[in-house]
């Protein structure tokens, strides 16, 4: 109980009423010191406090370089992103005018494939032959041309791309020789 | 005193308070001016300083073939750019902690050897910007250049080179089906030629726009840079054509053009129950990679732009207008002499000199009499001949709408006096392009009904929207179904019996086909040696399932549809290889050629 509630009490009485008597010179003190054992939480408060706070400076900082770091990675990775989409739309367009009709045609004709001028074909149900078999010759009605008539320049390119490389770390572009089954179906090479 | 001083003091009081209200007034005023009336403007000329917007630019769609065949696409490639009054010898520092100089030079040299240069041309290019303006900042050293040289450039670690990025319109397939693909202008910005014109609109995307903080020297601020809208790529177009089946016909025709010296050379190849022209097969084809390597009267396409007269191919559409309006049939009996001296006046002959020959219709076109055919064609009235050449699609361009498509000449009745009274039955007087022989043979071949001739499947949008779609329509019938089944046989008998037997009999198939030597007349109207040798025809006979014409300009070896004819036979033979169309199985025709 402090000094100041037992000043009020009087006015606090049961009933409630004012007391008929004039107002007493309010005292009003502060409130006394703390015992001094009281004191020394509040150091122990600030301490924490300033610790607190030097942990979150801290963490910040750690914080703001993972964060910056992630940027960093996130910027690479979508640079890498980019370059392969190039690559790979590079190497879809190298396919493509690979496995164009003219250039597998050539192919087939270096290897010593003719057009068979006769369709017959083998009924498996009933082994009846349909057609007239016979075979492939190449003294057709119109001898067929040197592959390379239906002109492609982006095949003219690849070829030259693949003559005079030049660059060295240009991988890609590599013809082999002999052609190995031992590996399965081999890429197509472009002469 | 002391009241006035204090009058004084209230007086004064109140003149600071006027002022300050006053000031808030103006103040007041000048905000409401800012915020309000002139804010709009205000907000947009910061957001001019302060905004940099670049492109984002669409991508144009692909054109594929029937089967999904890429056959022109857009790709991105690069241009290699500098800031000529930067370019200087740089100083590199080595491992051991010397320093070496390398000069400008040897810089250019090895960036010639990735993007293939010259370096002195780039030294030159470097030196004329600096020549014109010292802090000259642009000049463009590489075009062209592909992601493996873009990327491989950077590593040279030389600071004063840049790039630029941008769309390239390549065709994988080079001229396959070049013709009809068509191709855009070198700085790819415009459509020239061919689908990439007719369906330019569709394969067209919508450009996008970013924009992003700047600062006064044009620099965008890390991570201010926003995408305003999106960039709406370009449809994707499907063709009808089969580009293996139409790469075949190019070789074919091509190799026949070397073989007879012709000037060109054209196969069409049509499904009779669709309309779907599955190839357009041009000698003199276009390479769309590098059009300008082609003489620019071939860079179009001369089965749609070219006209021709196309000669007793006709013969077959005569006959077949005779059948259905029943006048005669395939056993109706003339007798043609070399020579035919016809009651108006007109004189026809046939083209090489023969004794009379007693022939039915079959045999009139299997030996392509002139003087039987006239004698017969008399039968049906002008009126109602140019009413079936009209139906058969003559005189008007096709349902394709092919850039520049020809409609070729057929001269109104009341011109048809005299020679051309009768030249129209055997082809000649009018001109036609090699589309609308395919397309009137494919009516012949789909028992009488014409159908609109298809290119294009469709374009299809990013969002799926597929437009350019060829209703299925019924077609229209331009003869009965017996008549075209009677043309079918008595063009039958060509290929069995007729002068081309040799070069056009298959075994193991039905084929239907009529020959054609068109008579040419030079730019002064006088007669040419050369012809226009042609071969239309359909197989299986009995139950067509593709129309193939074949057409040579002035083949040279060969004065005659003889120049056609294996030409046609090797076509049908792909044909049936291609989509394994199966050996027919029912007798052929036996209508007789002669009478007795």
């Known amino acids: 109980m402090s000094a100041t509630s037992t000043a009020l009490a009087p006015e606090l009485l049961p009933g409630g009423l004012p007391v008929d008597n004039p107002a007493p010179e309010r005292h009003i003190t502060a409130v006394p010191d703390a015992p001094g054992s009281r004191r020394r939480p509040r150091l122990t408060a600030t301490l924490t406090a300033l610790g607190g706070l030097g942990l979150i400076i801290v963490a910040q900082l750690v914080l703001g370089t993972a964060l910056s770091h992630g940027a960093y990675e996130i910027s690479a990775l979508q640079t890498q992103e980019r370059n392969l989409g190039w690559t790979l739309q590079d190497l879809n367009e190298d396919v493509q005018t690979i496995s164009s009709p003219q250039n597998i045609a050539r192919q087939a004709q270096e290897m010593g494939m003719i057009v068979d001028g006769s369709p017959a074909y083998l009924r498996l149900s009933d082994s009846a032959v349909l057609g007239v078999p016979g075979a492939a010759t190449d003294d057709a009605a119109v001898p067929f041309g040197d592959a390379g008539m239906v002109g492609n320049s982006l095949l003219d390119a690849e070829d030259s791309a693949k003559t005079a490389p030049v660059d060295g770390s240009s991988s890609t572009a590599t013809a082999s020789g002999d052609v190995s089954l031992d590996d399965g179906l081999p890429t197509p090479v472009t002469r | ?596």
């Open chain 2, 1 to 596: 005193m002391a009241r006035s001083a204090l009058v004084t003091a209230r007086r004064r009081g109140f003149l600071i308070i006027a002022g300050v209200m006053a000031m808030i007034l103006v103040f007041s005023f000048r905000l409401f001016d800012l915020q309000v009336v002139r804010a709009d403007a205000l907000v947009a000329a910061a957001h001019e300083k302060t905004t940099g917007v670049t492109r984002i630019q669409a991508h144009r769609g692909d054109i594929v073939d029937t089967n999904g065949e890429v056959l022109a696409e857009s790709v991105t490639q690069f241009s290699l750019t500098t800031s000529p009054k930067d370019v200087a010898d740089q100083k590199v520092r080595n491992a051991d902690g010397t320093t070496t100089t390398v000069t400008v030079d040897e810089m250019l040299d090895s960036v010639a050897e990735i993007t293939g240069t010259s370096a002195s041309d780039m030294r030159d290019t470097i030196d004329a910007a600096l020549e014109k303006d010292p802090a000259s900042n642009y000049a463009v050293l590489a075009t062209g250049l592909d992601s493996e040289q873009r990327l491989a450039l950077p590593e040279l670690g030389i600071p004063w080179l840049y790039y630029e990025q941008a769309d390239k319109r390549v065709y994988p397939d080079g001229a396959v089906a070049g013709n009809v693909v068509g191709f855009r202008s070198g700085d790819n910005e415009e459509s020239l030629a061919g689908v990439e014109l007719m369906a330019d609109s569709c394969l067209s995307g919508t450009n996008g726009q970013t924009s992003f903080q700047r600062t006064t020297d044009n620099v965008a601020l890390p991570g201010t840079t926003q995408i305003d809208h999106e960039p709406v790529d370009g449809g994707t177009v499907t063709l009808t054509i089969d580009s293996d089946l139409n790469w075949y016909m190019q070789q074919l025709v091509s190799s026949q053009v070397e073989q007879t010296k012709a000037e060109y050379g054209i196969i069409v190849v049509t499904e009779a129950k669709t309309g779907k022209v599955r190839a357009i097969a041009e000698s003199s084809a276009v390479d769309p990679n590098d059009f300008t390597a082609t003489d620019s009267k071939y860079q179009g396409s001369l089965a749609f732009q070219g006209t021709f007269e196309p000669g007793s191919v006709f013969k077959a559409l005569t006959a077949a207008s005779l059948v259905d309006a029943g006048v005669a049939d395939h056993s109706s009996r003339v007798v043609a002499d070399y020579w035919y001296h016809a009651p108006n006046g007109a004189n026809i002959k046939d083209a090489l000199p023969h004794d009379p020959e007693n022939l039915t219709l079959a045999g009139v076109l299997q030996q392509s009499s002139n003087t039987g055919l006239s004698q017969l064609g008399e039968k049906l009235s002008p009126e109602k001949r140019y009413e079936y050449l009209t139906k058969f699609g003559f005189g008007q361009p096709t349902a394709i709408g092919f850039p520049g498509e020809a409609s070729g000449i057929l001269r109104p009745v009341s011109e048809w006096t005299g020679q051309s009274y009768y030249t129209p039955m055997f082809g000649q007087g009018v001109s036609t392009s090699a589309m609308q022989v395919a397309n009137a043979f494919q009516a012949v071949a789909n028992d009488g009904v014409k159908l609109p001739l298809q290119l294009i499947e469709g374009c299809e949008t990013a969002d799926g929207e597929t437009s350019m779609t060829t209703d299925d329509s019924d077609g229209e019938r331009v003869i009965s179904a017996a008549a075209a089944q009677e043309t079918r046989k008595m063009m039958e008998t060509v290929v069995t019996d007729g002068f081309l037997a040799d070069d056009l009999t298959l075994p193991g198939y039905r084929v239907a086909a009529k020959s054609g030597t068109g008579e040419q007349f030079d730019e002064a109207g006088t007669l040419k040696t050369t012809f226009f040798a042609s071969m239309a025809g359909m197989v299986p006979a009995d139950d067509p399932e593709y129309v193939v014409t074949v057409h040579l300009k002035d083949p040279l070896t060969l004065l005659s549809s003889a120049a056609a004819a294996p030409v046609f036979k090797q076509a049908v033979t792909q044909v049936i290889k291609h989509y394994e169309i199966p050996p027919s199985t029912t007798p052929g025709s036996d209508y007789p050629g002669y009478w007795k």
